[in-house]
């Protein structure tokens, strides 16, 4: 917690913040997540994984993901995607809505039975006779 305080002693709550450490290889030490350090994938982790730790704490019907992979290589996107998919899947937990332009392939073959995954296609050409509805999937 970066805590800020006027001259007077007083809160300046406009200028508090939050200092996410992080770190990405084994040989480095803890550092402060910035703009000028991280890659814009680690930058994303970081700040999804922070967000679904916070979800315990606060509480609301549903939540919306918009493109949170965007810039992420393979391994972040999986596991932002299992962590989600296993937030979503506690009984206790706000429905999530995941929105994303590209779901890699397999990450759907472990979804349990208690999410739902739609796929809504737009084009005549991107979805093919090999997709079909099966299960809790649905494809449009």
Same mark, same amino acid.
């Given at each position: 917690?970066?805590?800020?305080? #006027? ?7 406009? @200028?508090?913040g939050v200092n996410i450490l992080v770190k990405f +290889?084994?040989? %480095?030490?803890? %550092?402060?997540?910035? /703009?000028?350090? *991280? ?8 700040? &999804?994984?922070?967000?679904?730790? &916070? *979800? %315990?704490?606060?509480?609301? !019907? ?7 992979? *965007?810039? &992420?290589? /393979?391994?972040?996107?999986? /596991? ?14 706000? $429905?999530?809505?995941?929105?994303? !332009?590209?779901? $890699? ?8 039975? @208690? ?10 050409? &991107? ?5 079909? /509805?099966?299960? !809790? +999937?649905? #494809?449009?």
């Amino acid at each position: 917690l970066v805590e800020a305080k #006027h001259e007077n002693g007083e809160d300046d709550f406009k @200028n508090y913040g939050v200092n996410i450490l992080v770190k990405f +290889r084994a040989e %480095q030490k803890l %550092q402060a997540l910035k /703009a000028q350090v *991280q890659s814009g994938g680690e930058k994303s982790l970081s700040c &999804m994984l922070f967000l679904l730790s &916070m *979800q %315990q704490i606060t509480k609301c !019907p549903f939540r919306v993901v918009d493109e949170i992979n *965007q810039g &992420m290589d /393979a391994n972040f996107e999986k /596991a932002v995607f299992e962590r989600i998919v296993e937030w979503s899947s506690k009984s206790d937990t706000s $429905q999530c809505f995941l929105i994303t !332009p590209k779901i $890699q392939g397999g990450m759907l073959d472990n979804v349990g039975k @208690n999410i739902c995954v739609l796929n809504i296609f737009k084009g005549r050409d &991107m979805c093919t006779s090999s997709s079909s /509805a099966s299960g !809790p +999937r649905g #494809h449009f």
